[in-house]
C-alpha cells in the first residue's frame, strides 16, 4: 500500500513538473531598452536599461524558477529569486526586469548591465539552467531611448519578428504594455455592418439560451431516471430481495409524487412530525419555569441613584 501511494505521488509530481516546465515555455523576451536617458524610471526613480518579458500563454506563469542572463558561457547568471508574489505572470500580460547591476534592490533588479553600442545577446533559460526557453540579440545600431521590440506580443521567431521603435507614429515605446495598441475591434465592427438591426444577433442569443433549456431539461430528466432506479433498488432491498433477480413484472414501482405528499401529510396530521430537512423551520412552545436569579437584568449595569 506504502509503495503504491509512493509511486502515485512520484507521478503527480513529475505531472506537475511537465506541466510547468510545458508553461515556461510560453515566456518570451518581448521589449528591450539597452540606453535609457529620458525613457521609463524604475521603482528608486532612476533610467536604467531594461528587458520586458511576456506571458504568451492564457494561464499564469510563475517565472521565480528562471535563468536570465547576457553570457552565453553562464546561463545561470541571474536566477529569479523565489518568494515574490509579482514574479507570478498573468495570463498575457508583462512584467519588466531592470538590467542595472544592483540585484540588492529587489526582485525585478537583475545583476547584470547592457552594453550600449555594440550587440547584446540577451537568453532565457529554464529552471534546469540547460534548456533554452527564448534568446535576441539586440543590434549595436540601437540608438538611445529606442527599443529593440516584437512587431506582435510573443509572436514569431528571427529578426523578422522585431522592429527598432522610437515613439513615433504607430512604433510606440510601450513597457509594461501591448506592443500593438488596439482602439477598436475589428470582429466587433465587420458583424455591425453585415448585421445593422441586428437580427442575426437576436436569432444566436435565442438560440443559445433555448439549447441551454434543452440540456438543463435532459439533465433533470437523466437525475430524475437515476433517482427512480434508486428508489426502486431500495425497495427490493427492504424485502430482501435484489432488484436484478426479480422478474420485471415483479419489481417495485418507483413511489409517485402523490403518494410521497400523502405519507408526509399522514406524518403531519397524526404525528406532528416531519423529515429533518433544511428548509423546514420547527416552531415548538416549550414552557419553562422563571428564575428571577438567572433573569438578564441583573447583569446590566445601573445607573447611580441620586
Not at 173 to 181: A, E, V
Request: aromatic content about 8%; some cysteine; glycine content about 6%.
Amino acid at each position: 500500500m506504502k509503495k503504491k501511494l509512493l509511486l502515485i505521488l512520484v507521478a503527480v509530481v513529475a505531472c506537475a513538473t511537465v506541466v510547468s516546465a510545458q508553461g515556461r515555455r510560453g515566456l518570451r523576451i518581448n521589449e528591450v531598452m539597452v540606453q535609457n536617458d529620458s525613457n521609463y524610471v524604475d521603482d528608486y526613480g532612476c533610467r536604467t536599461a531594461w528587458v520586458e518579458l511576456f506571458n504568451s500563454t492564457f494561464a499564469p506563469l510563475e517565472i521565480s524558477s528562471v535563468y536570465i542572463t547576457n553570457d552565453k558561457n553562464n546561463p545561470k547568471l541571474y536566477p529569479v529569486p523565489l518568494g515574490d508574489v509579482n514574479t507570478e505572470i498573468p495570463a498575457r500580460q508583462h512584467v519588466i526586469f531592470w538590467a542595472d547591476g544592483q540585484p540588492s534592490r529587489g526582485t525585478f533588479h537583475m545583476n547584470f548591465k547592457l552594453q550600449p553600442g555594440q550587440d547584446n545577446w540577451i537568453g532565457v533559460y529554464d529552471a534546469d539552467g540547460i534548456t533554452l526557453i527564448d534568446e535576441v540579440v539586440i543590434p549595436a545600431s540601437l540608438l538611445p531611448n529606442t527599443t529593440y521590440a516584437r512587431k506582435a506580443d510573443g509572436e514569431g521567431a528571427g529578426t523578422e519578428a522585431w522592429e527598432v521603435r522610437d515613439g513615433t507614429g504607430n512604433k510606440y515605446i510601450t513597457p509594461s504594455s501591448n506592443n500593438i495598441i488596439k482602439d477598436t475591434n475589428g470582429k466587433v465592427e465587420m458583424f455591425s455592418e453585415q448585421d445593422e438591426n441586428g437580427f442575426a444577433l437576436t436569432i444566436m442569443a435565442m438560440g443559445i439560451v433555448f439549447s441551454a433549456l434543452l440540456l438543463l431539461c435532459i439533465c433533470f430528466y437523466i437525475i430524475s431516471k437515476i433517482g427512480e432506479r434508486v428508489s426502486r433498488h431500495n425497495k427490493a432491498k427492504s424485502h430482501g430481495a435484489k432488484l436484478t433477480e426479480l422478474p420485471k413484472e415483479a419489481r417495485p414501482e418507483h413511489d409517485s409524487g402523490e403518494e410521497i405528499a400523502a405519507i408526509v401529510m399522514a406524518l403531519h396530521e397524526h404525528l406532528d412530525t416531519h423529515d429533518q430537512e433544511s428548509t423546514v423551520l420547527t416552531i415548538n412552545k416549550v414552557k419553562r419555569a422563571y428564575s428571577p436569579w438567572n433573569s438578564k437584568i441583573y447583569g446590566l449595569r445601573e445607573l447611580p441613584h441620586r
